[in-house]
Each structure stands twice: as C-alpha cells, then as structure tokens.
RNA sequence: GCCCCCAUCGUCUAGAGGCCUAGGACACGAGCUUUUCAAGCUUGGAACACCGGUUCGAAUCCGGUUGGGGGCACCA
C-alpha cells in the first residue's frame, strides 16, 4: 500500500453549489469513501474581486444536504488547516519567494495595459496570445529597485522553453503537451494573493492530497503544476481529470439552459438520494445493468476506472424518473415525514391540519402515481380540500342524464348501511346500487370519482372514499348534484 | 488562431478482437391488465461519425478526416 488516500473538493465560494461541482465533490467522496480515506473541503477564494458573502456557509449546508460530509475543511478542522486560502496568504507568498530565489520564478513589472496590448498585437497576428516574458531575464537588482521605488508586480513562474512534458491521467491514460504552448504563468498576484496555479499545487502538496480528482477544464493548465512540482521537489499526486458535465445542446453545463444549482433541485422537492443517484451515473456506471443506488451502495461500488471519458448531457427526464423510483424505495412512514415537512412550507388554504392516519392513506393511494412529494398535493388536491370545480371534458363525457338519480340511489344506500366505513362496503354498496336499476357499475363508478374529486383519474374509487368517510362523500355528491345538474 | 480532450440509439450508457444480426435505462409508439389515471408486464422503432490500415476476424487496435467540447487572464 502506498500513501494514505486523501482527496479534495475545492471550489471557489462564488455562491452557490453547481450540479457539476457536486459531481465532482461526489466523486471524490466516494473515492475516499471506498478506498478508506479522508475527504477534504477547502475553499479556493483567492480572487477577491469574486467574493460572495455567506457563499461558504451556503456550500457546505448543501453538501451536508446531499449527505457528504467532510472529514477536514472550514470549521471541521484537522491537522492541515486553515482550509480557506485567503487565511494561507503568507504560505503563497513565501513559497512564490522561493521560487524566484532558486530562478525558477521572476518579478513582472507589466502592467496591465502592456499586456493587453501584446496580446491584441497577437491576436492581430493570429499568433496564440501569451505573455511575451518581457521581465523573465530582469536581473534581480534591477528587480529590487524598482519594487523598492513602489512599482507594483506580479511573481511569474519560469516555463521550460523547449522539449514537452507527458503526464499520467486516470481516465484518460497519457497526455502530452509541449512546454512552449504554455505561458510564464502568473503566480502571485500584485495585491498578494496566489493564482489558482500556485494555490493549488502547495495546498495539495502541504494537505498530502494523493489523489486530484478534479473538472476536465483543468486537463490544459495541469503541466503547469507539474512544472511547479518538479521545481519544488514535490512528488505530484495522482491526476484523475472528469469529464465535463453539458447543456443539451452539448456545450459546458450552464445556466441560461435549465437549472444548476443544486438548491434549485432540492427547492424544486427533488430528493437528495435520487439526484447524488443520478449524478453519480453521469460519467460513471457500475459495469452491469443496475442503476437504482444509494449513497452507501455507490461508495461500495465506486471506481474511477470505471469512470468514462466522454461528457454527460444532464438530462432532465432521467432525473424525474429516479426521483419517483427514489420515493418509491421508502415505505409510507418516510413518506409521510416528506409529506408533512411539505404541508408546513405550503400551507392549504384554512390551514387544515390532517391526521397522520389520513396522510398515510393518501401516500398509500398515490405513491405509484407521484414523482415528487409535491404531487401528493398538485396530483390529488382533493384529498386536501374539496373540488373547487369539475373538469369540463370529464363531464361531458360522464355526467349523463340519470347521472343524478343514480347518485342519489348510492347517497340513500350509502346512509342506510350500517358501517360503511371500509373500503369493500363503498364497493359493495355501489354494485348493489346499480343492480337494482340495471345499469353498469361504471355508469356510476365515473360520475362518482368526478363527484368527489373533480377530476376524471386518480387512485382507485374506493380508496378515495374510503379516505374521504361517509360523511364527506355525501357532502361531495351534493355539492357536485347542485353545481352540474 | 494555437493546444488538449472526446466520439455506440434523441439522452445516460454496456461493450476491454470472435460471446454483437450491438445489451440495458430514460423518453416515445403499440398491446395486455384495469372503473379512470398511474404502476406493472409484453412489445416496437432507434446507434457503433467517416475513410484507410492491422488481423482469419474490428464497435473494440493504429493512422487520418470530420464533428463536438474544453483551455489559452493579476478567474477559478
């Protein structure tokens, strides 16, 4: 066994959590997870410019939310921290120091309108834009004197200048890239602060990070810290780079096309254990034909070489599908414990509280017909209140002219039996109803369900009477006799 | 423009040279079941981007083409 397993999720605090963001932090906590190692969180905020307050708290809370938790990282400190790089600034900086002592790094005096300028006279020329290295052979006196006169700069990293450097992936086997398609990367920025580059590499260095399991975005700037590696003489992680997460028209995941945010589907009442499921398959599958897992069961399965290659349309349907088959997997009493969570957030009109008994009645009725906990509510409303009005095309086709007579035979039947308060006696009592004046159960059967809830489908007739009671189904009928005759 | 990555049904994917007249899932169509709607079951249509090689044999290996994506900041 080599070193201890340890992996990282680091995101930028920008706001919210991304669905691609979750994927990746899913990944690296399942590979920690399986392989027995730790998970880390730290936040990569060295752009000030960039800062969103409470970003962080927001990040975590929905990390939490999808069940992954971490073993080190803002508030959850272990033996590596602080987990924030802006409370790291002095490790950057000394280290960027470092550099430039040992020749591997440079100050830059270039400002900003230069730079702009070379790269337009670049671009003009068709020539791939990159710093000119205009400081790279400043002698270091001349350095020191214009930064003692107050001329801001920046530290650059010093890039090979010929030869290309191949590169280990996991998913993707070897990458090559030649040294000169790659910039003097700035490292350390005029206001103090590291770039990403710099960032990164002493973070997982100083954090012992084995593995950077990280976006396919990072594949292009992952020589750069390797070079930065080899001039410290630090031994390099394990490179692990996803494969991107796209819009349906193929393009990188974004919004303008559809929600990407991770709390929009958890406000939209997706479950936490259908979308973790759905995300892992993104990019990853168990090898055989089974799709339907729990977050346990991923981390007993996850191997990032099975982890495939190509990116992953996030399609919607998909998601809706496992939500239901998600909502299905948890027995009534779960269930009802969703249901009520929503009933409180969305208040009926009268704010009717209902017995846990009927609840589970409407779960039970409606389970195979939901997608959402919602839609106990939006799919059956008149579990919850009266109908309000009747679905013109289902009264057309069902509401016939010994439609009320024959309503008024199952009211009287239904008063007159003794206990009706079961399932088979709503039944019972229909068939007999109809018997006796010779018609066909569903000449009642139809009106009835449109009587009492409004609408043309829905659980069995029986069900909903019996939850409804005597009392209400009577009540129903009437109203619905006075409304559509 | 330059560099890197990728390429199987509309979508997610299985497939690591013969088991592939390419399998599963979502979505879609049909049927069965049923008091309705779902669910369930059965079933249908639907893909190896293209061209060359290698090989007795290629979705699988190699090369090229095309297509798509990503990257080229004092952003991550």
Known sequence: MGNPVRVRFAPSPTGYLH?????????????ARHQGGKFVLRIEDTDQSRKVEGA?????ETLHWAGIHFDEGPGTDGAFGPYVQSERLAVYQ???RQLVEEGNAYFCFCTPQR???????QLA??????????????SAEEAAKRREAGEPSVIRMKMPNDGEMTFDDVIRSKVTIAYKVLDDQVILKSDGFPTYHLAVVVDDHLMQISHVIRGEEWLPSTPKHLVLYKYFGWQPPVYAHLPLLLNPD????SKRQGDVAVDEYRSKGYLKEALVNFVAFLGWNPGDERELFSLDQLIGEFSLERVGKSGAV??????NWMNAQHLRMKDDREVLVLLKEYLEQHPLNGNKEFADDYLLGVVSAMRERVVFVKDFVEKSPYFFKPPADFDPAVVKKRWKHETPQLLRDYMKALSSVENPFKKEDYELTLRRTVETVKKAPGELIHPLRLAVSGVGSGPGLYDILALLGREETIRRINVALEKLS
């Open 19 to 31: 669905v691609g963001g979750l994927r990746t932090a899913l990944f690296n906590y399942l590979f």
């Open 56 to 60: 962080v708290e927001n990040l975590v």
């Open 94 to 96: 000394e280290r960027a």
């Open 115 to 121: 730079l702009d300028e070379v790269r337009r006279r």
């Open 125 to 138: 020329m068709k020539l791939s834009p990159s710093y000119d290295r205009h400081c790279r052979n400043l």
């Open 250 to 253: 193929k393009t990188k995941l």
């Open 314 to 319: 996030f399609n919607i349907e998909k998601l």
